[in-house]
């Protein structure tokens, strides 16, 4: 719940912690203890009576709305969602079936009405599953690495492969004449496995790297080689370990039925594991430490690893089917009420595979869940907003913001008159304790920034900036899709009070153990009060958004100021 803004019985409570502190005085040895605790306690009272003064009033709808949000119900969708019996809600799978259905028969117990495909709340979404065959393998002399767990081909969707070469290890691949470095010189690369380190060096700012495009252009240069095949082995100083890139290309892939890959020419690209990698240098004369060592000086030069590899890539494709559920809540106004509002999560995780569930407890169950906490309230308020309210529970986030991109050019409800989004995803930082901080992903592009502002003073919050910009997450969830269309969005993400340096460590460490992994469940030392508080920011927005004279705007400092409600022009990346 927000901060009260009446202060009457904290001013009483300070006037009494006051009287009785000049009665213990700190010179008194049996008041020294009792009359620290007393100031503490009188020095919060009056910090809280403070910011009651001066933080912004709900309205009474506001609040019964917050009121209406309850850790109870966040916790028992959440529990349901991410329960054994609905398999990791694959996109695709029975698992995302269930889930769908399931959402689908709180949005009509909610009363609401269906936006989905021929009067039902589902919009069928077709996808493309590909899935690796057991004839999928990559052999060098007597040895065969595991598929999934010592090597996994990037899946490429442009069919099969079967190649074969010598193997030469290039180091980073960089070939900089100026600086007098050529990872490349003397070899012969046509027909070759070309073993590479991925990049930057040591050394080499990262930034840097970045804007060079430098990985891009080494690729080009390699493929245009005649390379057989790329494959990519860790220096141990990468963000994410080849181990970790092979966990998530050796499951099944989804895509739209249309979606191309790469084209023909383009040879296969392999991750191999370190474990795999020091098999790659078995033959060679020099260890793959050796190897990484002489691979980060300017005076490398290419290492024969002296072996011959054969690589197969085998697929089984077949067409799949998931769904979008969409619901609304129709506005009171005679004219307002044709815009909307539109709430969005995604409901998918990576579904169920070789007998592992992929819960997805944190991503997304809990979004998904307050953002059904927020059509709950909102179909039992006494007093209806004045915009409708569109919620959409969007299928296909993990393989590529699939579900949001299909709703967005096959809207069901017209995008020109979509006044804002707001959108529900994330790592679950909420759960870390009282929400205190929150982060407001698109503030800075549109007056919702604003808002968002006021709401988290009525809560003691404090809204910062992006703390990860080199991840780019505006780009990486639902909401995106949203602007790509024109539309002003929010994405918000709570997290405790504290240094963020704190929480953002707790952030990395459980991507490292539990992000995309079974291992995403709910937690017994989970903090339901801050979903809570989630649900409850995302509610007040809402009504003040449907509230407005005017729909939500672009600021003209962002790159996408000119954009207008139902823009089909592609955007181009920021560099």
Known sequence: ????????????????????????????????????????????????????????????????????????????MTTSLSSP?????????????KAANWIADKFKSYGMKPLGDKGSYLQKVEFKE?????????????????????????????????????MVFVSYGIQAKQSSVDMLEGANLAGKVVVITEGPPPGFP???????????????????????ALVFIGDGKEDRPPEETISYVSRRQITLPNEEGYPPQVPPFVYVSTKGAEKLFAASGVTLADALKKGATREFKPIDLKQ???????????KVVGNNVVGY?????????????????????????????????????????????????????????????????????????????????????????????LNLDGIGSEVYGPVKTMVGYGAEHSSLGGMLDTVAKSYGINVIPDPMPDEKVFYRSDHYSFVERGVPALMLLGAPAGEKEVWMKRIKDWE????????????PTWAWEGPETVAEVMAILGWRISEADAMPNWLPTSRFGKLERGNTKEIPEEK
Do not use: C
């Open 1 to 76: 719940m927000p901060i009260s803004t009446s202060n009457d019985s904290d001013e009483i409570n300070l006037n009494f912690l006051e009287n009785l502190m000049k009665f213990l005085s700190p010179h008194r040895p049996q008041g020294k203890a009792l009359f620290a605790l007393l100031v503490v306690l009188a020095l919060s009272l009056r910090s809280l009576a403070q910011a009651a003064a001066t933080a912004p009033a709900l309205s009474p709808i506001e609040t019964e709305l917050v009121e209406k949000i309850t850790i109870a119900s966040i916790k028992d």
């Open 85 to 97: 019996e609905m398999e990791g809600r694959g996109t695709g799978q029975p698992g995302g079936d």
């Open 130 to 166: 590909i899935t690796t065959t057991p004839e999928t393998s990559f052999t060098f002399g007597e040895k065969t690495l595991a598929y999934g767990t010592e090597f996994a081909f990037i899946p490429q969707n442009n069919g099969n492969k079967n190649v074969s070469g010598e």
């Open 206 to 228: 990262k930034k840097n790297w970045e804007e060079q495009e430098a990985s891009r252009n080494i690729m080009i240069n390699l493929v245009r080689s005649g390379a057989a």
């Open 308 to 318: 011959r590899a054969k690589l197969v890539a085998k697929y089984e494709v077949k």
């Open 329 to 421: 809540l129709e506005g009171s106004d005679a004219k307002l009420k044709t815009e909307a509002v539109l709430f969005s999560a995604h409901y998918d995780a990576y579904g169920k595979e070789n007998g592992k569930i992929y819960y997805g407890a944190a991503d997304n169950a809990l979004g998904t869940s307050e953002m059904l906490a927020v059509a709950d309230a909102y179909s039992k308020a006494s007093q209806k907003p004045k915009r409708s309210m569109v919620f959409v529970a969007v299928t296909g986030e993990e393989y590529g913001l699939y579900g949001s991109k299909y709703w967005a050019k096959n809207p069901t409800w017209d995008i020109k008159k979509v006044a804002a989004n």
């Open 512 to 523: 490292k153990t539990d992000y995309h992994q079974p291992g995403d469940t709910i937690k």
